[in-house]
């Protein structure tokens, strides 16, 4: 069974390979949205960054060890780099199933922190969760799904 840390540490893998997958979708993404995109990225990369801190401090606060190197962001994660070939839209349609994948996982979270009394914990991945539904609803509305 996954502990409160083990859960906590894959979203901050998650968060810092996505916090990188970001920075690359900014500076590399092509085409008729460009500044669309290239704006959103990089207010999607400063909020992972500050996902990051705030989920390290939490597993800190409660006596949890934070993966801090990129080694172990990458065995951690359940999200992936980035190819590095992707269209707009494919990088859109990436964030969406990578925003998808972290919210199944926040659930978990959630229910393994209700499950050992730390309601504080359980608040703070749910409004991740909440603001993660807001971010897959509109990108799926801006491919036009």
């Known amino acids: 069974?996954?502990?409160?840390?083990?859960?906590?540490?894959?979203?901050?893998?998650?968060?810092?390979?996505?916090?990188?997958?970001?920075?690359?979708?900014?500076?590399?993404?092509?085409g008729p949205q460009f500044f669309t995109l290239h704006a959103k990225f990089q207010e999607l990369?400063?909020?992972a960054a500050l996902r990051v801190d705030e989920l390290a401090e939490r597993l800190i606060a409660i006596g949890g060890?934070?993966?801090?190197r990129m080694k172990q962001f990458l065995e951690t994660a359940t999200v992936k780099e980035a190819e590095g070939n992707e269209t707009a839209?494919?990088?859109?349609?990436?964030?969406?199933?990578?925003?998808?994948?972290?919210?199944?996982?926040?659930?978990?979270a959630t229910a393994i922190a209700e499950r050992q009394g730390d309601e504080r914990t359980a608040d703070m991945l749910v409004d991740i969760q909440k603001g993660l539904e807001n971010h897959v609803w509109m990108l799926k509305a801006f491919n036009g799904r």
Request: negative net charge; charged residues 20%.
């Open 1 to 30: 069974m996954t502990t409160i840390h083990e859960a906590l540490n894959r979203q901050i893998a998650n968060w810092s390979v996505l916090y990188i997958k970001l920075h690359h979708y900014h500076w590399y993404v092509k």
């Open 45 to 47: 990369y400063e909020e």
């Open 65 to 68: 060890r934070p993966v801090s």
């Open 89 to 108: 839209e494919q990088m859109v349609d990436a964030l969406i199933a990578d925003y998808s994948l972290m919210i199944g996982e926040l659930q978990d």
